[in-house]
């Protein structure tokens, strides 16, 4: 089959969503299409039975729900249609407060926003934040880690301003340490520049939780909820975005609406729907077993974090140990990326020439800006005509080198689109999850790693009690290994002694010239 004929069968155009996918370098065929029959057949059903309601989250015994959250009309009951329409008049009406100035900080008018989440809650706000322009300007700020120096550094810049600063504070269940620890030094930030925290403070969070009855106890400015059937990497039309979005005056209800767009073509049982297409090229890019990475670039630098977007909507999604019948899989498709032409510079050249252990997703824009380019050179190029250039020349490089390659390309960029191309991967998401037999909806993995790390916090806790107890002797690491009854620690000790030395936890470090045999003592 010649290139044009392979393009016209592979190529997916919808004029209402302005979004067209070329799907005809990424190795699809007939014979490919035919023998994922099946496969196809039961993807939609499983997506079908997600949106009427079935359990699909299993270790929580939670519905899966983010696609009522763009259509209510869908959701499968009418308690659950209200409490979606009804969040959205709320986040409206709050933020036409805060632009009017009839919510104010204890300086004045609101000028600043300050997001405090991690993960999805933090991602997507960031997304939204430098992707869309609104009518309503409020300088965006993020805490998304228990990092103290990151922390200070964004106090530092809101150092004068906090009167004038809205906090937002993202946590479904209130205890995930990363937000909670933020929001502690935040309050205290609050405290020592003579402002009351609550009067500026917003939690977004599940009801009843910690941080729910926390935000009502202290009489904070506002509550919106975060239900038990959105995952965090899926909550992007929730609150958890749709806030964000509304207090910089972007049109939430357009950004929804993109999204409701998208799914409409998404849901139709076919084997060409976009997302079903962008799933069948991903397994026969992976072989179904994440053989290759997906590289994202997008060549719009308003689109710059959307590749970190997508690295957790698909990583946490799809990387599982285990299948849906209990068998070890070790599933997973790993996603980097950055943007266009940037990469021309950096990573593009391995890409090229170095290991074919990828294939690449190449997302343009058409429109290059709002209003006429200036001729950049004497043939009349523009500055867009020069970005479109090496991004058709990345795509035709790689694909002549062997590379599998799949160019998003969207007519124009706003709030619309952006929820559009979410919507797309997300679908995306569930139909591949579908194919390979996983579940996509929970995250075992993350859960352990915070079960050790408070396993690990308690070892210090330990650590730091033994050394008071004792206080005034010197230790060496395995007699400390010793008293605290954890005699096969002793590197993991080593290491905690370390950290709390260097941080004066009330831990003292008398060095010696083999550092293994430095001893320890209680300050």
């Known amino acids: 089959m010649d290139e044009w004929n392979n393009f016209e069968k592979y190529l997916f155009r919808n004029d209402e969503l302005g979004i067209t996918i070329d799907f005809s370098k990424i190795g699809l065929s007939e014979k490919f299409f035919n023998g994922m029959a099946e496969k196809i057949t039961t993807a939609h059903r499983e997506m079908a039975a997600l949106e009427a309601g079935v359990i699909a989250n299993r270790d929580e015994n939670r519905m899966v729900g983010h696609y009522w959250l763009r259509n209510s009309n869908i959701a499968p009951s009418p308690e659950i249609q209200g409490d979606i329409d009804g969040g959205i008049e709320k986040i409206l009406k709050f933020a036409e407060k805060v632009h009017l100035g009839?919510?104010?900080?204890?300086?004045?008018?609101?000028?600043?926003?300050?997001?405090?989440?991690?993960?999805?809650?933090?991602l997507g706000p960031q997304l939204i934040c430098d992707s869309l322009d609104g009518d309503n300007k409020i300088n965006c700020y993020f805490m998304d880690n228990t990092d103290p120096d990151g922390i200070d550094l964004?106090?530092?810049?809101?150092?004068?301003?906090?009167?004038?600063?809205?906090v937002v504070v993202t946590s479904k269940s209130g205890s995930t340490p990363e937000p909670r620890n933020a929001m502690v030094e935040v309050m205290v930030a609050y405290e020592k520049n003579k402002h009351t925290f609550s009067r500026h403070a917003v939690a977004i969070t599940g009801q009843d939780s910690l941080l729910d009855k926390q935000a009502r106890s202290e009489g904070w400015m506002e509550r919106f909820s975060m239900w038990d059937w959105v995952g965090g990497r899926t909550s992007v039309f929730s609150a958890v975005g749709l806030l964000p979005a509304a207090l910089q005056g972007i049109p939430i209800k357009s950004f929804l609406a993109g999204a409701r767009d998208m799914d409409g073509i998404t849901r139709i049982a076919s084997a060409k729907n976009p997302a079903m297409m962008m799933a069948l090229a991903w397994y026969c890019a992976t072989d179904g077993i994440g053989k290759k990475d997906m590289v994202v670039i997008p060549y719009k630098d308003r689109l710059s974090n959307f590749a970190k977007y997508l690295q957790q909507l698909i990583m946490e999604s799809l990387g599982k140990e285990k299948d849906r019948n209990g068998n070890v899989v070790r599933q997973g498709l790993t996603v980097y990326g950055n943007k266009g032409s940037t990469d021309q510079h950096s990573f593009i050249q391995q890409l090229r020439d170095g290991l074919q252990n990828f294939f690449i997703t190449i997302i343009t824009v058409l429109e290059s800006r709002d209003g006429v380019s200036p001729a950049i050179d004497n043939g009349g190029m523009a500055s867009g005509d020069y970005l479109n250039g090496f991004a058709l020349g990345t795509a035709k490089a790689l694909s002549e080198s062997g590379t599998g390659v799949i160019q998003v390309s969207i007519d124009k960029f706003s709030e619309y689109e952006l929820g559009g191309l979410i919507a797309l991967y997300e679908r995306t998401v569930g139909f591949y999850a579908s194919m390979i037999n996983i579940n996509a909806y929970h995250q075992p993995g993350v859960e352990a790693g915070k079960k050790a790390a408070a396993e690990?916090?308690?070892?210090?806790?330990?650590?730091?009690?033994?050394l008071v107890k004792n206080k005034g002797k010197r230790f060496s690491i395995g007699d400390i290994a010793d008293g605290v009854n954890l005699k096969n620690q002793k590197v993991l000790i080593f290491k905690l002694l370390e950290h709390m030395a260097a941080n004066g936890e009330a831990v003292k470090k008398n060095p010696s010239v083999e550092i293994l045999k430095s001893t320890y003592e209680a300050v």
């Open 102 to 122: 009839h919510l104010a900080g204890q300086d004045g008018k609101f000028e600043n926003a300050l997001f405090i989440g991690i993960g999805g809650s933090a």
């Open 154 to 166: 964004i106090l530092k810049k809101l150092a004068g301003r906090l009167g004038r600063t809205l």
């Open 456 to 466: 690990i916090l308690q070892i210090q806790q330990s650590i730091r009690s033994f």
